[in-house]
């Protein structure tokens, strides 16, 4: 199964910004990518999800127009960008890839659902 590993995690001032990076062990034809986060106390929700078939990208409405995506599709990684960061986007954040198949569609509940591989997270933590 296909292995994903995070990194660029750290303690960022409030307002700042920070790079994760997310690269998978092999890149499967067709697949679903996501970023995922957790804060103390909360449930994981999604942040972005994509795919490499030319779907449309989803950000949660919380991080849109501070957080971009820089995915290679054909070496299967992909950079969060994070930008003008706040307090609440402390948490852990976690990778997901699934490798689609027949006429699957990459969403948040596709990754959720489905057995996705998973990384072991990578923590973010925002303060003034």
């Known amino acids: 199964q296909v292995q994903v590993v995070e990194s660029g995690g750290g303690s960022v001032r409030t307002g700042g910004s920070l790079i994760l990076s997310c690269a998978a062990s092999e890149v499967p034809y067709r697949y679903c990518m996501g970023w995922f986060r957790q804060a103390p106390g909360k449930e994981r929700e999604a942040v972005t999800t994509f795919d490499n078939d030319g779907g449309a990208t989803y950000y949660a409405e919380s991080v849109k127009g501070r957080f971009t995506i820089s995915p290679d599709f054909a070496k299967g990684t992909v950079d969060l960008q994070m930008a003008r960061l706040k307090d609440e986007d402390t948490g852990m954040y976690y990778c997901?890839?699934?490798?689609?198949?027949?006429?699957?569609?990459?969403?948040?509940?596709?990754?959720?659902?489905?057995?996705?591989?998973w990384g072991q997270g990578t923590q973010v933590t925002v303060s003034s």
């Open positions: 997901a890839m699934l490798s689609l198949r027949g006429w699957d569609d990459c969403n948040v509940a596709t990754l959720i659902t489905r057995p996705s591989s």
